[in-house]
């Protein structure tokens, strides 16, 4: 419950007020009073200075935007993609950028890039084809020195032509960004499709392998990971630790898988 003291038990009130000044000066200064009172409290010297706090909060509100700056960049990257604006998409990639997709090895620059992604069709879509890569579930962690960042997505497919084939599809996006010029860009798009199977006969029937490395056009690196699809199981490494313990999550235990060599 919170205590009303009567405005003659403050002596400046009382002195401020009166027929020439009225009850509403009197209430206003003695809230100024209250407040200077509040900041003649001695400060402990492990106190942060009013400085270095709007500094720290300008560098929360900093981190903040660029978290938002990336999500839009990947999500754009997601619009281009599902649509075969190659040129686009792999514009979104830095100098050095990397871009793998499953098994298909690892393709490096935004030339090779935009060139490596004509395997998933000609330049924009077709009438009756169907490309949808949506991204979802973000979590993106920027680093201290708002240089470099993370982001790992979940993926949901949606592949096909009209009248002769559909694929549903779900993997995961672990992705890293850097900021180039002053502006973010994908420094390492990594697509782990983790199962996918006919539209028509789904899940229980059927079982669509990843497809491997182009002979047509060879990955600049063989792929980083070698994985089965569903129905095998594989947890791609979380690239951030957990957000309660604290405790890394890149080296998680996987099931035993006798065709990749996984004891």
């Known amino acids: ?118 395997l998933f069709g000609p330049e924009g879509l077709a009438p009756g084809i169907l490309n949808n890569h949506m991204m979802l579930q973000s979590v993106v962690i920027v680093a201290d020195d708002g240089r470099t960042a993370t982001g790992r997505w979940q993926g949901m497919v949606m592949l096909g032509q009209s009248g002769q084939t559909g694929q549903w599809g779900v993997g995961v996006y672990e992705n890293t960004y850097v900021l180039e010029g002053g502006v973010w860009k994908i420094s390492g798009l990594h697509f782990y499709p983790l199962g996918f199977t006919d539209y028509d006969k789904g899940w229980m029937q059927s079982q669509i392998p990843l497809a491997g490395q182009s002979a047509l056009f060879p990955p600049d690196l063989p792929p980083s990971e070698v994985y089965r699809a569903f129905p095998g199981v594989y947890v791609p490494p979380f690239s951030y630790p957990h957000p309660v313990t604290g405790e890394s999550m890149a080296d998680i235990p996987q099931p035993a898988d006798d065709v990749v060599g996984r004891p």
């Open 1 to 118: 419950m919170i205590k009303t003291i009567p405005t003659s038990a403050h002596p400046e009130a009382s002195l401020a007020s009166g027929p020439s000044t009225g009850s509403g000066r009197a209430s206003l200064l003695g809230a100024a009073l209250a407040v200077l009172a509040l900041l003649a409290i001695p400060i402990p010297a492990t106190a942060q200075t009013a400085q270095e706090r709007v500094s720290a909060y300008r560098e929360r509100v900093e981190r903040l935007e660029d978290q938002v700056a990336i999500e839009n960049l990947q999500a754009s990257f997601g619009y281009y993609f599902d649509k075969g604006l190659w040129g686009e998409a792999a514009a979104l990639f830095s100098r050095q950028g990397r871009f793998e997709y499953g098994q298909q090895g690892i393709y490096i620059t935004p030339a090779r890039i935009e060139r490596a992604m004509l």
